[in-house]
């Protein structure tokens, strides 16, 4: 069986007038799905943290299959995200 492109539990992440989650996301391979809300209501910084741009407060995240905290290198290998903050590819 495929696992999910993205799999998020309980993501949690605060800041000091703000918080995110907790958050539970599951997007299946092959699906396309879109991240929308108003400004500063935690769009970007789901992105980050799942892409190892920030460090979140509580939660499990995984991506093509690989653990956020044990496959960090091994998701970088295929996975690609551009950040919205910057000009390039983080990865690729």
Known sequence: MTPPAIE??????????FAL?????TVP???VYGL??????GKSTT???LFGMGRRDAGTMRAAG??????????????TYSSP???FAVWG
């Open 66 to 79: 690989f653990d956020h905290e044990r496959e960090e290198l091994a998701m970088k290998r295929v996975v």
């Open 47 to 49: 992105m980050d943290l």
């Open 85 to 87: 903050d910057t000009s």
């Open 29 to 31: 391979a092959g699906a």
């Open 8 to 17: 998020i539990r309980g993501l949690t992440k605060r800041f000091s007038s």
């Open 21 to 25: 989650g907790p958050l539970d996301l």
């Open 36 to 41: 929308i809300g108003p400004n500063g209501s």
